[in-house]
């Protein structure tokens, strides 16, 4: 077991450097903050560098438990002090414990005849909405999350912490409009589209088992080029002001109908 006590040390530095994109995706990691997360993380053997804790701050028996599992997964553990836990722990009142986690993606070439419920976002802006949905996912049994285009980092802490450990349990995947043509094209699974309005009341379309989800950006909705992949459309129907809802809470109210009618 390591202990540091310098706020300057390079690895302390490098977590805090870890709240921006630019160096997760140079060090292909990430943070985890809280009992719960991390004890998500080693329960589903998802891959971990190091555990970082502060005894001071760790009052919970889990945590405890998450450190002395953690030495049996092979995981280096970090002892500091109170004062560098708090130069990045993001929470105020931390929990004192987090972690530094291996990031894992699936290429989605290597998806060959999907089975069960997915789901792909087309460039989500809101990390918030992109933790929830996968939050609402795992909710439902789902199997999966692919990614197209500019979408928000699903490594980001706020989407980590807003998954409440269900990144850990989903398959993962990002590509483009073209790679996503061409895998559906040898893969046959049914693409089914959300739209605001014209279309099928979801709660009246009748969902195949096997089934890839599309939804698209907070402001701008599903490209013609998703659209045209699509093999049905729905929508939620709406009175009032409003002509559409927030995404992860559309997305949930969704995948929810899906789950009932199976």
Known sequence: MKFISSKSNQYIKFIRQLRQRKEREKSGKFYIEGLRLIGEAL???FPIESIIYNSDLLISDFGWGAI?????????IIKVTKDVFQTFALKEGPQGIAAVGFQKWTN??????????????????????????????DGVGGKGMILLGNCTDVYHPTSVRSSTGALFS????????RELDEWKSKGGVPFIGTVCGGET?????????????????????????????CEGLVTIPMTGSVDSLNLACAASIVLFEI????
């Open 259 to 262: 789950y009932a009618k199976r």
């Open 108 to 137: 989605i070439k290597a998806l060959h005849n999907l089975e069960g419920l997915w789901i792909a976002l087309d460039n989500v802006q809101d990390p918030g909405n992109l933790g929830t949905i996968m939050r609402s996912l």
């Open 43 to 45: 329960r589903t053997d």
């Open 170 to 177: 989903l398959i993962i995947g990002k590509t483009n409009l």
């Open 68 to 76: 002395e599992d953690g030495k049996k997964k092979g995981i280096d």
């Open 201 to 229: 009341n979801y709660r009246k379309y009748n969902f195949p088992e096997d089934i890839v989800l599309i939804m698209g950006s907070e402001q701008k909705g599903l490209p013609k080029e998703l659209l045209e992949m």
